[in-house]
Nanobody
Framework: VHLVESGGGLVQAGGSLRLSCTAS????????VGWFRQRPGKVREFVAT????????FYADFVKGRFTISRDYGKNIMYLQMNNLEPADTAVYFC??????????????????WGQGIQVTVSA
């Protein structure tokens, strides 16, 4: 499966963006898909995840109710709605599938796929 992100860009603090991740070639791998990000000079970190039936969503603590993950099963697309963005949210955002969890740590299984990443820049 090939994952492609879109919807990134430059926004002022307090603004909103909606990222999309489209799976082409086949469905998303595994029942759990999600988003990660990599801020400048930092390691990649978990942002949000949702299960296949949308029955459960999980978010990183720094999201603080500002982001919402969703999934359109008919179109093989998932979204990350980001509201009240802060300069600290500036990062390259990656979508991924076939996520798993060890304790509180989310990771992508070996068989999972990553998108190429998309830049989100939040100005003060």
């Amino acid at each position: 499966v090939h994952l492609v992100e879109s919807g990134g860009g430059l926004v002022q603090a307090g603004g909103s963006l909606r990222l999309s991740c489209t799976a082409s070639g086949s469905d998303f791998n595994g029942p759990v898909v999600g988003w990660f990000r990599q801020r400048p000079g930092k390691v990649r970190e978990f942002v949000a995840t949702t299960t296949e039936n949308g029955g459960a969503t999980f978010y990183a603590d720094f999201v603080k109710g500002r982001f919402t993950i969703s999934r359109d099963y008919g179109k093989n697309i998932m979204y990350l709605q980001m509201n009240n963005l802060e300069p600290a949210d500036t990062a390259v955002y990656f979508c991924a599938d076939d996520l798993n969890r060890s304790g509180r740590v989310w990771f992508v299984n070996t068989a999972g796929s990553w998108g190429q990443g998309i830049q989100v820049t939040v100005s003060a």
